[in-house]
Nanobody, 124 residues
Framework: QVQLVESGGGLVQAGGSLRLSCVAS????????MGWFRQAPGKEREFVAA????????SYADSVKGRFTISRDNTKNTLYLQMNSLKPEDTAVYYC?????????????????WGQGTQVTVSS
């Protein structure tokens, strides 16, 4: 089992940047593929970005490609999401997830563990 705690959310103006972190405790962090998802009010949770166990492979939703960067530091048990050129439509609660599947994992149902979420609000 692994516990996940996100941080780094907040209020930012359009065009600004934020860096989200997700610290894992419990089982070996490098045993999990990781991902970031977001959920806006009244909408389903959606895929944002994913990274493989060793960080060698990444994948992004089209809506964030070129603006967001996912990374991980397995020595610090930490997952990151660097978000640049933020837009009002990026406003949501952002969640990190851990999956026991191999490779890149994009499906919400394939994640075994979730953090509590961190709010990101982008003003226009």
């Amino acid at each position: 089992q692994v516990q996940l705690v996100e941080s780094g959310g907040g209020l930012v103006q359009a065009g600004g940047s934020l860096r989200l972190s997700c610290v894992a405790s419990g089982r070996t962090f490098s045993s999990y593929a990781m991902g970031w998802f977001r959920q806006a009010p009244g909408k389903e949770r959606e895929f944002v970005a994913a990274i493989s166990r060793n960080g060698g492979s990444t994948s992004y939703a089209d809506s964030v490609k070129g603006r967001f960067t996912i990374s991980r530091d397995n020595t610090k048990n930490t997952l990151y999401l660097q978000m640049n050129s933020l837009k009002p439509e990026d406003t949501a609660v952002y969640y990190c997830g851990a999956s026991t599947f191999m490779g890149i994992v994009k499906l919400t149902k394939s994640y075994n563990y979730w953090g509590q979420g961190t709010q990101v609000t982008v003003s226009s």
